[in-house]
């Protein structure tokens, strides 16, 4: 996957490398801004069985930054932030390869940089007993427990030190 | 002539009956088939009859599509253009809620029996730490009385169909405050087929799809409420189905 673009970015930054699994490495560019979630919409997306992107609704495209044609195709850890810890994913994958449907709080990365919170929930689509890829269904999570998860996941970040 | 049951999701607009009952006779000369229309008064007797094995085509409610299409094998045929089924959570107009946010544990809850538009208004809840553990709720008859609940200070939050709240008088509308309207965009009503309607269900799908062509189909279309049908094929059901089962909890 490509580096972000030190140009697309809005704000003052910070530069991480981030190791995404069987894909290399990317470089990323953070700042602190946060986007808020658009009230009573769910962010969704599709991807195929490689975790490439194959559908994106209008509310994914918005709060990614992207164009929607640069999103089809791609990783969807086109949007994996610095500050998720690599278990968080681990628990996800598991549960995807046993069929079984994830739940859990997501701090995404947009393409300026910036943030965005998320409930996330994540669904294999069997079609005639097979898989074929997963649906992720995003909602607006409570701040109460977006800030349980910004400790949390600070903590599992030091483990990985 | 083999005599079909057809059915309709329980949660359509009282003022839509008769809109039904036109729209069988329709269907029945248009397709050449015979139909007798059901309607029961509550999802659990719908239900009771599509396990019994009584429903040959139903116009369902969003939340049952899963069941009907995993357990009983039905078929989607087709879906009305445009009209999703969308969630209006509101309060009282003086109330001093003005957002979501401002919702504690304990609140009150006025809805209707309809699954996909409390499960809809439920997830809009989240962002306040409100489930169906911490909040009470009370089932009312019809979206109307929803309204008049918490009108009557009897509920501090309401779960309303947008399609219904957006019928209601300016008189309701004022007395009401809306916290937030869904923008979901992909759930929705659906006509779907048994099995034992199967080796027709193209035939008429190509019947429904072409209604609004002629002027006496548009006529009975638009007493349903809506402008036209959309193909409903396997895939748009199971995209849907998927996307309901991330909401369930």
Redesign the interface.
């Known amino acids: 996957m490509n580096d972000m673009s030190p140009t697309d970015i809005v704000g003052d930054y910070q530069e991480h490398t981030l190791e995404l699994y069987k894909h290399g490495t990317r470089k990323v560019y953070v700042t602190d801004i946060e986007t808020p979630?658009?009230?009573?919409?769910?962010i969704?997306s599709?991807v195929d069985l490689d975790g490439n992107i194959t559908h994106a609704?209008?509310?994914f495209v918005e709060m990614s930054g992207y164009q929607e044609n640069e999103l089809i195709g791609e990783l969807q850890s086109i949007l994996r932030h610095p500050d998720m810890p690599k278990a968080a994913y681990a628990d996800l994958w598991q549960k995807m390869a046993k069929g079984e449907?994830w739940?859990g709080y997501v701090k995404n990365l947009r393409k300026d940089g910036g943030f965005y919170w998320v409930?996330a929930?994540?669904?294999p689509?069997v079609?005639n007993g097979e898989i074929k890829g997963y649906?992720?269904?995003r909602?607006?999570?409570?701040?109460?427990?977006v800030e349980e998860h910004i400790e949390l996941y600070k903590g599992m970040k030091n483990e990985e030190v | 002539m083999k005599k079909y049951n057809i059915t309709v999701s329980p949660d359509f607009k009282p003022d839509k009956i008769a809109g039904w009952y036109i729209f069988n006779t329709y269907l029945q000369q248009a397709a050449d088939i015979s139909l007798h229309l059901n309607l029961y008064d509550g999802f659990e007797q719908q239900r009771k009859a599509i396990a019994d094995g009584q429903v040959d085509l139903i116009y369902a409610n969003p939340f049952d599509a899963a069941m009907l299409v995993n357990e009983y094998n039905f078929k989607p045929l087709v879906k009305p253009a445009g009209a999703n089924d969308e969630c209006v959570v509101v309060t009282s107009a003086d109330s001093a809620f003005t957002s979501?946010?401002d919702l504690v544990a304990g609140t009150k809850i006025a809805a209707t029996d309809d699954p996909a538009i409390n499960m809809i208004g439920m997830?809009?809840l989240?962002?306040?730490?409100l489930n169906e553990d911490n909040t009470e709720t009370d089932v009312v008859v019809s979206f109307i009385a929803v309204a008049k609940q918490i009108m009557d200070g009897k509920a501090q939050v309401g779960f309303i169909l947008k399609e219904a709240f957006d019928g209601f008088s300016n008189m309701v509308k004022s007395r009401l405050k809306v916290l937030?309207?869904?923008?979901?965009?992909?759930i929705y009503h659906g006509l779907m087929a048994a099995p034992s309607l199967h080796e027709r269900a193209e035939e008429l799908s190509n019947t429904l799809m072409a209604m609004n062509t002629e002027p006496k189909g548009k006529a009975v279309l638009e007493g349903l409420g809506f402008n036209a049908w959309e193909v409903m094929d396997d895939?748009d059901a199971?995209?849907m189905i998927?996307?309901m089962?991330?909401?369930r909890?």
């Open positions: 979630f658009p009230e009573g919409k769910l969704v599709v609704n209008k509310a449907k739940h409930y929930s994540i669904v689509n079609r649906t992720s269904v909602r607006k999570p409570s701040r109460e427990k | 979501i946010d997830r809009m989240e962002p306040a730490n937030v309207v869904s923008e979901i965009d992909v895939e199971a995209f998927d996307l089962e991330t909401l909890s």
